[in-house]
């Protein structure tokens, strides 16, 4: 079971970047899945992520900007971040709470650099 992040990248202040994040592996259930971020010397912290009622949460910094989405199967999740500043430069992960055949835990995606800067 593993998660696989993509799309991050260098963007310009206003820009946008679509980031990617799909489960795969031997799995049986998943929720929460969703995204956070974090820079040097801060805590990982919530950007967005799908409860397990199947709605969508944001953190502060992401509400009017970003916008969270799935695929049918709810095993790629989606961040289509806007108006991005340089403040949302940071490592984003990928997060999700798995069932499979090495039973229910939370797994994180490798990383992705998201740098916004002129």
């Known amino acids: 079971v593993q998660l696989q992040a993509s799309g991050g990248g260098l963007v310009q202040p206003g820009g946008s970047l679509r980031l990617s994040c799909a489960a795969s592996?031997?799995?049986?259930?998943?929720?929460?899945m969703g995204w956070y971020r974090q820079t040097p010397g801060k805590q990982r912290e919530l950007v967005a992520v799908?409860?397990?009622?199947?709605?969508?949460s944001y953190g502060d910094s992401a509400k009017g900007r970003f916008t969270i989405s799935r695929d049918n199967a709810k095993t790629t999740v989606y961040l289509q971040m806007n108006s991005l500043k340089p403040e949302d430069t940071a490592v984003y992960y990928c997060?999700?709470?798995?069932?499979?055949?090495?039973?229910?835990?939370?797994?994180w995606g490798q990383g992705t650099q998201v740098t916004v800067s002129s």
């Open positions: 997060n999700a709470r798995i069932y499979s055949s090495l039973g229910y835990r939370s797994y």
């Open positions: 592996g031997s799995i049986f259930g998943l929720n929460g």
């Open positions: 799908f409860t397990s009622g199947g709605s969508p």
